[in-house]
């Protein structure tokens, strides 16, 4: 587990008739099935986003419009990403904290996820965070 699983997935986009369409079908796109999607928007200036880490929640995050930056840590290492094209996501695996930031003026963040909200899911805290890390990898 950690950033070695962390990657970029390209969804499939079509341009035709003066429009691109995007499309994503779980299983084929995104490594999971998709049980919830949610988007940020009318994201105010020097807002940061996220802050947590999920135990067995996978995500696929896409920048619609505009871009973002994404700050991924495993506890053992840290790097960030730039997401600014809207069929090119970035895929979060489990017990990977993740912070979205430097929003672009209109951006809207969307996010795929293989699990329904559940607050038990969450490690909230970058230490709690760290904490389970040392439990499953002493």
């Excluded at 996978?58 to 094209?85: K, N, Q, V």
Aim: proline share 5%; glycine share 8%; with cysteine.
């Amino acid at each position: 587990m950690g950033l070695e699983q962390v990657r970029w997935i390209e969804v499939p986009h079509i341009t035709s008739g003066g429009a691109t369409l995007s499309f994503i079908e779980a299983e084929r796109h995104v490594p999971f099935d998709i049980r919830r999607v949610y988007y940020l928007y009318h994201i105010q200036d020097g807002v940061q986003r996220g802050g947590h880490a999920h135990n067995d929640h996978e995500e696929l995050i896409l920048p619609l419009a505009g871009s973002f930056d994404m700050r991924l840590d495993d506890g053992a290492e840290s790097r960030t990403y730039h997401l600014d094209s809207p069929w090119r996501g970035l895929f979060i695996p489990t017990m990977v904290w993740h912070e979205l930031l430097n929003f672009s003026p209109g951006a809207v963040a969307m996010v795929c996820a293989s699990h329904y909200f559940d607050h038990e899911d969450y490690y909230r805290t970058y230490d709690a965070f760290l904490g389970a890390l040392k439990k499953t990898n002493p």
